[in-house]
Every structure is written in structure tokens, then in C-alpha cells.
């Protein structure tokens, strides 16, 4: 048997799958708005769940038709509705489903956040007609529950469906935060944004400065000793200026708590509900830049993972999805580049550069973003007035999971191979030749050919960045503030990085995505242009 659960956006389905499943849900989803932004399939004993992309109310989504297409050879279709804005959700569902065609179950999610008259309503209407109706708390569903309402499901008629719809449902328990204050609201969700990104920058960098100590004390300076014997080569590659241990322990202990630490911080917004005030409260301000308050969720997304964040663009309106993946490869940091970043300027004493680093390269964003951007009429944004809720423990580790995997199996052993490379062109003295190659381009825009190693790795990974770390820091500490700050911001943003564009090409076209990649590098030496012109001015 198939069953497909529909239902707009943040609505519960993910969360709800998650509970029937129980440990044999895989490792994604959150109940974030437009966290689904493909057709997660599920087998379970002899039944397969397909977990839907949310539906928005007056927008047409790009992962839209697709669904409607997929979804045809299901045998059963369940409904899930916030039991807070019933009334709306299954008008806008009847409107886009024929309730008729298929057996029917309707999951009325958030029953903990419903007023107790809607409560009476609803569950009147089912005894009464025997109406496969679910009232649940989504976070407190198990497997029998999945068991009940398979069997209960049934077809329903129009006159049943309309009764449905003509209730009068207020549903929603009277709330207010502050992000829903006028005037206000704006302000704190910033605020909100700020303390998300500022804290694990400075949490992750009080761990790694002194996890670095201890390991350069101890461990490094002894294994350099016991090398001293080693063969040239094995010396190179081991402990030489680009050597696996001497740099690629940079990557470890810089790159991973913030990994780790974004993660969670991100999480937490999500499983919150935080993420979704911000995105309702900043929806004026994002529609200056051509984009929406929804365009906004993969754009953080991306301070996770670029390739997470592109592919949950799928949830954007088809006219600003191109906007906002040139937004996410131009200005989201990606946790593997902010931990370079962050590595590289405590290196060289000025960690403070971190922040107006990230301030920067939001702000050049946004303008690249409505520069570039096609112009098109910006479709209206329906807020969706999510509840704030205290996320779980167990959800928290659950999402956790992954990006530890991730990091571990595929970031870390792509960096050590980074590290092998630079080290046998060092080796073999094709360092050189790379630099002199580089050279022009970075004489243009008045910087050092020894940051070359660090500009091309970062073509292929942002964490390539740790190449300006050469010589336990020893570069890093020797270039200028100014020539510093920009040679950082040169690698992050003069393209994606080579696993993102090719995320591009799949989800646009490999024309789409040379355009997008040849409009970042313009953006990206003209802005470094302007901070050189603005540098010399200062000195």
C-alpha cells in the first residue's frame, strides 16, 4: 500500500512520518516551513509513506507539479492540517485535491495548541458521521496510531467534505510575541539572527583556541621529533607546510565545533519555530532585494550546507528560486568555510575580522542578489504564524546525526586529499607554478601570489581556505590586516564551491549555472577592488 501525506507547509507531515516510523525514519526533516523540499519515500513492514513538499496558499511552488504528478498512484491520501488555522488549510487543500478520488484520512495536527470549543467541533463531526478524523499532537504519535488511521480511511463524499468546510472552527488559541509587535518585530528578529550566528563563532572559538594549544604542545611537537628520520617525502607530506597533520589538523579543530555548534544553533530555530517568525517578520525587507520571507529559510539553511540549502530552494516561488540560490552561493558561509575563516584569522591574531567578515559578505549578498536579479513581480508572502515550542532532546540529536556523519565520511577526508595534493606540488616544486599562474589575477586586485594555494583549493572546497594557514599560521600572521580580510573574502565568494555548482547545474542547467558562477566572480573582484581602494585611501 502507498500513502501520501499532503499538506501546506509546516503543517506536521514530516514530524508525523517520524513518529510512525519511529528509529526507521531517515535521518532529515524538521517541522520548519518548507523543510520538505523533495518527496521523501519510506518503506514500513508492506506499506510505503510518501512525505510531500508543503503546499503554500496563492503560490506556485517549483517543486509543485511534481508532486501533483507523483503522487497519482497512491492508494490513500492523508490530509494534514494545522488545527490552528483549520478552516484556511482545508479550503486551500480542497481547492488543489479532489477529496473523492482516493481513500482519505484527515490528520488535524497541534491539538495542544487548539482551543477547546474547536476541539467539541471536530470531534462532534467525526462520531457523527464516522469521519476518518485524527485530532493528534504530531510529536506523540507512534506506530499504532499510523495503524488506526490506515484502517479507518475511506473514501468521502462532496456533501461530506463541504460539512467539513463549514465549520466554524476558530482553532487557534490567542498568542502574541514579540516578534509579532508592530514596530518591534523587525528589530528582534535581527537581533535573534545575530545571536544564532555570533554565538557559535565565539563558542566554537573559545573550544578551538585552546584545544589548538594542547594539541601543537603535545602531540604535533612530539610526532614532529619522532619524524625527524622520516624520508623527505614522507616529512612533506606529513609535517611540511601543507602536511596532513601540520594543516590538516587546522581543518579538525577549527572546522568541526563549528559544524557541530551551527548545527544545533540551526536546529534549534528550526525545531522552535524561531525560523519561522523570523522569515514572517523580515518578509518586507527581503521583498527590497527581489526575494521573499520564505526565500529566506534556505539562505540560513546555506550557513549549514549550500548543497542542503539549494535543493530545499525547491520551496521558493518559481520567479525568485534564481535569486535566491545566487544569494545562497555568494553570501551563505557554509559552516566548513566559516570555520576556515574563523581558523585563519585566529591564526593571525585578529579574530575580531570574523564579524564585519560575515556582516559584509551579507550585505555584498543581498546586493548581488537584486543586481543580477531578473525582474520580476515578487509574489505576496502568507504569513504562517507558527507557534514557538521548546525542541526536544531527542529531535535535537536526531538532526545532529547527520551533519557529524557528513563531516566525518565526506568533508574531512575531501580536506586531507586537499592537504596531499598541496603537499606533492610543494613537493615537486609545482607550487610555483601555480602561484605564477594565479599571480596576475591577484596582482590585479593587489594581493600576494602566495595566497594562490588557498585561492584555487577554495574553487573545490570553502575549507580550502585553511591553505593561507601554511606553515602552522606562519603566512596568515604575516600578511597585512586589510591584505588578510581580503584574500578571505576573495575565496569564499569568487564562485561556489565545485560540489555546489554542480548541485546548481542539476537543479537549473549547466547554462544557468555558468551564468550564475561568471556573475559571482564579477561581484566578487569588483567588490575586492573596492576594498583595496578603500584600504589605500586609510594608509
Not at 462532496?158 to 465549520?167: D, G, P
Not at 565520511?409 to 596531499?420: E, G, K, S, T, Y
Not at 546548481?504 to 550564475?516: C, D, N, T, V
Amino acid at each position: 500500500m502507498k500513502i501520501v501525506l499532503l499538506g501546506l507547509e509546516s503543517s506536521g507531515k514530516t514530524t508525523l512520518l517520524k513518529g510512525l516510523l519511529q528509529e526507521k525514519f531517515p535521518a532529515q526533516g524538521s517541522n520548519v516551513k518548507g523543510s520538505t523540499s523533495t518527496i521523501l519515500e519510506v518503506n514500513e513492514n508492506q506499506t510505503r509513506y510518501m512525505d510531500t513538499p508543503g503546499i503554500r496558499i496563492g503560490s506556485e511552488l517549483v517543486s509543485s507539479e511534481y508532486t501533483r504528478k507523483k503522487i497519482k498512484s497512491a492508494n490513500q491520501y492523508w490530509f494534514v492540517v494545522r488545527g490552528t488555522h483549520f478552516k484556511e488549510e482545508m479550503e486551500a487543500l480542497s481547492e488543489v485535491f479532489h477529496f473523492g478520488d482516493k481513500p482519505i484520512a484527515v490528520i488535524v495536527s497541534f491539538e495542544d495548541k487548539m482551543d477547546q470549543e474547536s476541539l467539541i467541533q471536530l470531534r462532534d463531526f467525526r462520531e457523527k458521521n464516522k469521519f476518518p478524523l485524527f485530532i493528534v499532537d504530531t510529536r506523540r504519535v507512534d506506530s499504532r496510531d499510523g495503524d488506526k488511521i490506515r484502517e479507518l480511511a475511506r473514501p468521502v463524499t462532496l456533501a461530506e467534505s463541504i460539512e467539513l468546510n463549514n465549520l466554524r472552527i476558530k482553532g487557534i488559541k490567542e498568542f502574541k510575541t514579540l516578534y509579532q509587535m508592530k514596530g518591534l518585530g523587525p528589530y528582534v528578529a535581527l537581533l535573534t539572527l545575530l545571536v544564532i550566528y555570533s554565538l557559535p563563532i565565539f563558542l566554537a572559538y573559545q573550544f578551538s583556541k585552546r584545544v589548538e594549544s594542547i594539541i601543537e604542545s603535545t602531540i604535533l611537537n612530539s610526532l614532529v621529533r619522532w619524524s625527524r628520520g622520516a624520508p623527505e617525502t614522507l616529512q612533506t607530506v606529513l609535517f611540511g607546510d601543507f602536511g596532513l597533520l601540520t594543516l590538516g589538523i587546522y581543518s579538525f579543530i577549527w572546522a568541526f565545533p563549528v559544524v557541530i555548534l551551527f548545527g544545533l544553533a540551526l536546529a534549534i530555530t528550526e525545531e522552535s519555530g524561531l525560523k519561522d517568525h523570523i522569515t514572517d517578520v523580515l518578509d518586507p525587507l527581503m521583498r527590497k532585494f527581489g526575494l521573499t520571507g520564505q526565500d529566506l529559510v534556505p539562505i540560513i539553511n546555506g550557513f549549514g550546507c549550500n548543497v542542503v540549502a539549494i535543493q530545499s530552494s525547491r520551496s521558493c516561488n518559481i520567479c525568485t528560486r534564481k535569486n535566491c540560490i545566487s544569494v545562497i552561493s555568494f553570501g551563505s558561509a557554509c559552516s566548513y568555510q566559516l570555520g576556515a575563516s574563523l581558523s585563519v584569522f585566529g591564526a593571525s591574531g585578529h579574530i575580531r575580522l570574523i564579524f564585519p567578515y560575515i556582516f559584509i559578505l551579507i550585505i555584498i549578498s543581498l546586493i548581488h542578489g537584486e543586481i543580477w536579479n531578473e525582474k520580476t513581480i515578487v509574489p505576496l508572502f502568507k504569513k504562517r504564524e507558527t507557534f514557538l515550542q521548546w525542541p526536544s532532546g531527542q529531535t535535537l540529536s536526531y538532526r545532529l546525526k547527520p551533519i557529524i556523519i557528513q563531516f566525518l565520511v565526506q568533508a574531512m577526508p575531501i580536506f586531507l586529499i586537499i592537504c596531499l595534493v598541496a603537499s606533492l606540488f610543494d613537493f615537486l616544486g609545482w607550487m610555483d607554478i601555480l602561484k605564477r599562474l594565479v599571480a596576475p589575477l591577484l596582482v590585479v586586485i593587489g594581493l600576494s601570489a602566495d595566497i594562490a594555494p588557498a585561492f584555487v583549493a577554495s574553487l573545490f572546497r570553502k575549507d580550502g581556505i585553511l591553505l593561507l594557514n601554511e606553515g602552522n599560521g606562519i603566512m596568515a600572521d604575516q600578511l597585512a590586516v586589510g591584505e588578510l580580510f581580503i584574500a578571505v573574502f576573495l575565496c569564499s565568494t569568487f564562485t561556489a564551491c565545485l560540489v555546489t555548482l554542480v548541485k546548481i547545474m542539476r537543479e537549473l542547467s549547466f547554462k544557468e549555472a555558468l551564468l550564475l558562477a561568471g556573475k559571482q566572480m564579477i561581484t566578487s573582484i569588483l567588490s575586492v577592488i573596492l576594498f583595496s581602494i578603500i584600504l589605500s585611501l586609510y594608509n
